[in-house]
């Protein structure tokens, strides 16, 4: 690495001007954050509520999408006056700097994580602190040379994505329900661009999010009325489809439609879930909750049948539904 040597004065001083590829530098990271964040809230779930689990699962991952969105190169190591050095942060400011350095105690108490999710975990926190040190001690090196990009390949390791993207391509593939071949879905990836990518993936957090609430609190909870459709129905609700479901939704082996009362569990319980929050945001002020909830419940079905939406899909446009 080369280190830059600035003239004196403070940092406002010195003349900015963005390098090349700074703008799609700074999209990467975010979307990198992003990318680490949703992993960390798709990971196993305590037996019971803790101060461990609940600061992982929000306040680590809110300081890792603030992190990576916030990256600053602007923020560098620079020399005050009297010959001063003094040390950039990058963007990284100190309260979200101290919960990244902090994750390796956390994961100590961690239990219900395996040894390997643990490690990936201080990867991830490691890797996000680096970044920023990287671009304090020499942003133009970082960004211009790929330095930057190269910790993104290295997060994207240690959350598994490699792995996991062959896994997410066959389940997506599958959940088309023939309407896709893989090829053809990996074409419709890249045609979407990060705005699908990012739709889909807040589609599949939807579906965690509703069956981790429905084994924790019951299906009742949920909608008092499911219990007794899905009886009706022939397909009772169990606590092991329950779990199941959530099982096949993080591992992207979930098929709808396939017969099985874990595919219909998944559908149902899911779909009420995201209905009732949109019932719900429309009695409350402001539109945040509302926004959130009509973004959740589109992006769930197609995550669950995808390309069988109709009306405009994110990075897509408009889709008329195909009736087959």
């Not at 879930?273 to 992006?299: H, I």
């Amino acid at each position: 690495m080369t280190t830059s040597f600035l003239p004196a004065g403070p940092p406002d001083d010195v003349p900015y001007e963005p390098w090349e590829g700074e703008e799609e530098a700074l999209a990467a990271a975010a979307a990198a954050g992003r990318r680490a964040a949703a992993w960390i809230r798709s990971l196993p779930t305590a037996p019971a509520p803790g101060p461990v689990a609940s600061w992982l699962r929000e306040d680590l991952t809110e300081a890792i999408e603030r992190a990576t969105s916030s990256l600053n190169p602007h923020d560098r190591d620079h020399m005050a006056p009297g010959g001063v050095m003094v040390d950039g942060t990058g963007g990284l400011d100190a309260e979200t700097r101290s919960k990244l350095v902090f994750v390796p105690c956390a994961v100590q108490d961690a239990l219900w994580l395996t040894p390997d999710q643990q490690i990936r975990l201080v990867a991830v926190a490691s890797l996000i602190t680096g970044a920023a040190r990287l671009l304090a001690e020499d942003p133009a090196t970082a960004i211009t040379t790929g330095e930057l990009s190269r910790v993104w390949t290295l997060l994207d390791h240690a959350i598994g994505r490699a792995q996991d993207q062959a896994a997410m391509l066959a389940g997506l593939v599958a959940r088309s329900r023939g309407k896709f071949t893989t090829e053809q879905f990996t074409s419709r990836l890249a045609r979407g661009g990060r705005e699908y990518g990012e739709y889909l993936a807040a589609g599949r957090q939807a579906a965690i999010d509703a069956l981790e609430y429905a084994v924790e609190h019951g299906v009742d909870a949920v909608d008092d009325e499911l219990p007794a459709v899905a009886a009706d129905k022939g397909m009772p609700i169990t606590p092991a489809d329950l779990t199941e479901a959530l099982r096949r939704v993080r591992d992207h082996s979930l098929v709808i439609h396939d017969g099985s009362d874990v595919a219909e569990t998944a559908y149902w319980v899911a779909d009420r879930f995201w209905m009732n929050r949109w019932n719900d945001a429309l009695d409350r002020p402001g539109e945040g909750e509302y926004d959130t909830a009509v973004y959740s419940r589109f992006a769930l079905h197609e995550w669950m049948a995808p390309g069988h939406s109709s009306g405009s899909v994110p990075g897509l446009g408009y889709e008329a539904r195909q009736v087959r």
